[in-house]
């Protein structure tokens, strides 16, 4: 379920849907392709400035879609590493995206590695306990443009930070993951279409080996992933290496325990022929002993799956705590010996998981203009 607004988004059509539209109009259909030779490669923030295009197809377009998309009501840099921007929908409902700037540890050397982190719902309805999205709850799915509109923002913000790259668009970015606020398997279609503009063409032409969607452990959703002959990458949000452990802090994991979400992560890794990666976040008393190690490289190595640890950022009002260095390397070492490749996400890692897991806490203040870190840093 979406919101609707009065004029729907332009960055939710496709040449072909917007053809159809035109069409119906009394447009001639190929100025559709004109209209995206617009959109994306530029960016173009109105009809107004599609000058080949003819005045009255201009007000056609004006008077009937969005072209600003989500508004950017600020912009917060966490650290020298991250910058999120806080969004406002239609609906007056907030949402995060993420500019990550530096790389992840273990990943490659070159300091100019960029990220975005994109939201696909307001709020989630899987209530993680560990987690600020989910703690009150699902609100509403993202619609197609409002997921688009996240990076078509991201652009023009970097147009003018940077306008000698501005020719490169989001092709001047290494990744995207859908890391932010949501569940996006719960947000399937509009998820898909999105990735399609991301993906296609005529959209922003960003290759979908470059794009990572984390899901919490949605099995059919998965297995329905794994069929789509579409490239993206998918990160499991592991958590716990046993049923017990992970009912503790996913009650997703009621509906679709790891004798099912292993097996689909196994097909989807087949049928893709790309590594998983599993991510696993390090809780004090609850993940993080050398058995869950164990069981979790077991698991890895069957998956042919790389991992990643996440210590875990304190989320106000939430019991758990972050372990300490000594025991996360205790993790990580184990691991390894095991013979699993394994990430520890620590130092900037901090930023950039507040950033894309925490992101309903952080908004909430930041209306207010708080322009404090995030509660955990
Ligand atoms: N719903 C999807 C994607 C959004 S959450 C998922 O769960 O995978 C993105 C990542 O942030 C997940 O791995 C999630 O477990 C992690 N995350 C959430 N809260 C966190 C916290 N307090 N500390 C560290 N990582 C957190
Ligand atoms: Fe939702 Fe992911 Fe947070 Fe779980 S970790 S509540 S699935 S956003």
Redesign the pocket.
């Known amino acids: 379920m979406a919101f609707k607004p009065e004029k729907p988004s332009i960055h939710g059509e496709t040449p072909d849907s917007l053809g159809a539209r035109l069409a119906e109009a009394g447009h001639p259909r190929y100025r559709a392709g004109q209209v995206f030779a617009w959109l994306y490669p530029k960016r173009a923030e109105s009809a107004e400035v599609m000058t080949n295009l003819p005045a009255n197809l201009r007000s056609w377009l004006t008077d009937n879609y969005d072209f600003s998309g989500t508004e950017v009501l600020g912009k917060k840099t966490a650290s020298d590493v991250t910058q999120k921007l806080l969004q406002r929908l239609r609906d007056g409902s907030l949402i995060e995206t993420v500019i990550i700037r530096a790389p992840m540890e273990g990943v490659g050397q070159d300091k100019s590695r960029r990220t975005i982190c994109i939201s696909t719902q307001v709020g989630?309805a899987?209530g993680?306990k560990?987690?600020?999205?989910g703690l009150e709850g699902w609100k509403r799915d993202l619609s197609v443009g409002e997921i688009v509109s996240q990076l078509v923002q991201v652009c023009r913000i970097e147009d003018q930070a940077d306008p000698a790259r501005a020719a490169e668009g989001l092709a001047s970015f290494d990744n995207i993951v859908?890391?932010?606020?949501?569940?996006?398997l719960a947000n399937y279609d509009n998820l898909l279409a999105a990735l399609k503009t991301v993906n296609a063409a005529w959209g922003f032409g960003f290759g979908a080996r470059r794009v990572t969607i984390?899901?919490?452990g949605v099995v059919p959703k998965i297995l329905k992933l794994a069929e789509e002959d579409l490239g993206f990458r998918l990160?499991?949000?592991l958590?716990g290496a046993t049923n017990e452990v992970r009912e503790q802090i996913m009650p997703v994991n009621r509906k679709y325990p790891l004798e099912q979400l292993i097996p689909a992560a196994k097909i989807f890794a087949r049928t893709h022929g790309r590594m998983l990666t599993l991510?696993f976040?390090l809780i004090e008393d609850i993940n993080d002993s050398l058995d869950q190690a164990r069981k979790l490289a077991a698991i890895a190595r069957e998956l042919h799956a790389h991992v990643n640890l996440?210590?875990?950022?304190?989320?106000q009002g939430?019991p758990?705590v972050r372990p300490s260095i000594t025991r996360q390397d205790r993790f990580v070492k184990e691991l390894r010996a095991l013979g699993v490749t394994a990430t520890l996400r620590r130092e900037k890692g901090h930023d950039i998981?507040?950033a894309?897991?925490?992101l309903r806490l952080q908004k909430e203040k930041a209306l207010g203009a708080d322009p404090s870190p995030p509660a955990?840093a």
């Open positions: 989630c899987y993680c560990f987690c600020a999205s859908v890391m932010g606020m949501g569940e996006p984390s899901t919490s990160a499991i949000s958590h991510e976040i996440i210590p875990y950022n304190t989320v939430l758990w998981d507040a894309c897991g925490q955990a």
